[in-house]
T-cell receptor
């Protein structure tokens, strides 16, 4: 079974530029998550989708971050304009709600450096 | 504010030693998950504990969930260099958004040969 795919793996941009990340979850997983992991910290949830609807975006800085999951499969996360403090690894994860617990499967992440 | 506090933050030991990593919170969780993350990769799930007092073993790794479902520990026996990585605990809160996980900062473990 293929895992969660993310691209690009690395991205370097200047502050005030825009950037987009792409995620393809495990086939059949209805729930998709985007996390931000700053160096030395654990992942922090940015947004959670159930199929193509947003379940939780309370931690998403909506003035600069946006995300969509059209057709309930792939998802994109966009930052516009980027700030220095956005430098982090952006992780995508997916899970199936058929399980008793929310066991999440993570992609390799996109490492973003804002200069 | 971190809901989950992990300790120690860093751990550097020799091969063959035993170690324990702690994950504490003032909040009650529906389940507690442990992940291991290697450089350049996403976290990989090791185990999920659900019942208060539950103990699960995975080869040389022993996971315990506190009776009150607020804390957990990970014990590694006879550590090996392959155990090196960032160990993350994550609490699931089913009372709010379904399936939301709250991660601790992690414990960076280095095992020297």
């Amino acid at each position: 079974e293929a895992g969660v795919a993310q691209s690009p793996r690395y991205k370097i941009i200047e502050k005030r530029q825009s950037v987009a990340f792409w995620c393809n979850p495990i086939s059949g997983h209805a729930t998709l998550y985007w996390y931000q992991q700053i160096l030395g910290q654990g992942p922090k949830l940015l947004i959670q989708f159930q199929n193509n609807g947003v379940v939780d975006d309370s931690q998403l800085p909506k003035d600069r971050f946006s995300a969509e999951r059209l057709k309930g499969v792939d998802s994109t996360l966009k930052i516009q304009p980027a700030k220095l403090e956005d430098s982090a690894v952006y992780l995508c994860a997916s899970s199936t709600r058929q399980a008793l617990t929310s066991e999440q499967y993570f992609g390799p992440g996109t490492r973003l450096t804002v200069t | 504010t971190q809901l989950l506090e992990q300790s120690p933050q860093f751990l550097s030991i020799q091969e063959g030693e035993n170690l324990t990593v702690y994950c504490n919170s003032s909040s009650v969780f529906s389940s507690l998950q442990w992940y291991r993350q290697e450089p350049g990769e996403g976290p990989v799930l090791l185990v999920t504990v659900v019942t208060g007092g539950e103990v699960k073993k995975l080869k040389r790794l022993t996971f315990q969930f506190g009776d009150a479902r607020k804390d957990s520990s990970l014990h590694i026996t006879a550590a090996q260099p392959g155990d090196t990585g960032l160990y993350l605990c994550a609490g699931e809160d089913r009372g709010s958004t379904l399936g939301r996980l709250y991660f601790g900062r992690g414990t960076q473990l280095t095992v020297w040969p």
